[in-house]
Structures are given as C-alpha cells and as structure tokens.
C-alpha cells in the first residue's frame, strides 16, 4: 500500500522560510518521482516543483525559480521543498505527489496535504 504523508507547514511571517518533508512508503523511488503541488480554495491546483528521476528540477512556474528548491533523501524515502522569501501568494495547502516515471500533471498517488500560511 503506498502512503504519501507531507509535513512541516505552519504560518509564517512574510520574507520567511520553511521546509516541508514529503515521506513516502510503498512506492519504488527509482521508478515514481515525487512532486509539490498547491491549492489554494476555488482555485485550481498548480505544480510547484517536481525531482526527476535524474535529479533534475522540473518548476511548474517561474516565479518560483530561486525561492523555492526540492531535494530527495533516497535513504529516508523522503523529498523536501525548500521556500524561502515567501509571500501572502505562496499561502496555500501544499500537496506532495507521486507520478511514474516522470514529472507531469496526471500524479497518481497524492498525500492529503500541509497548510502553509503566510502572515504580512
């Protein structure tokens, strides 16, 4: 059974920074990349970044490029996002999510999400 379970979400001030961890169980690393994904209520769910499984970042947006940053632990089967200098915009439930073979939009395996606040 595979298990995605992300954590490390909370409320900060804006200009400030936080990890979030994606730890997943049951799934075969060097065949899933896992990604970062957002919502935010009544909008559409956008990609944040996403590790292939070269280790190149794959960013869904722009304006993310220099903020935020993902790494991998393949000894802890866990994939972290970096964000830093946030703002009120990054506000949002942050998802990580598994996909087979290569970063994309069609995901199959989700974790129920992190909350991410930010104060101005």
């Known amino acids: 059974q595979v298990e995605i379970t992300e954590s490390g979400g909370g409320l900060v001030q804006a200009g400030g920074s936080l990890r979030l961890s994606c730890t997943s169980s049951g799934l075969n690393l060097d065949d899933y990349v896992l990604g970062w994904f957002r919502q935010v209520p009544g909008k559409d769910r956008e990609g944040v970044l996403c590790?292939?499984?070269?280790?190149?970042?794959?960013s869904y947006r722009d304006d993310m490029k220099g903020r935020f940053t993902i790494s991998r632990d393949n000894a802890k089967s866990t994939v972290y996002l970096q964000m830093n200098n946030l703002t009120t915009e990054d506000s949002a439930m942050y998802y990580c999510a598994a996909r087979f073979r290569a970063c994309g939009y069609d995901q199959k395996y989700w974790g129920h999400g992190t909350q991410v606040t930010v104060a101005s």
């Open positions: 590790l292939s499984l070269s280790g190149v970042t794959v």
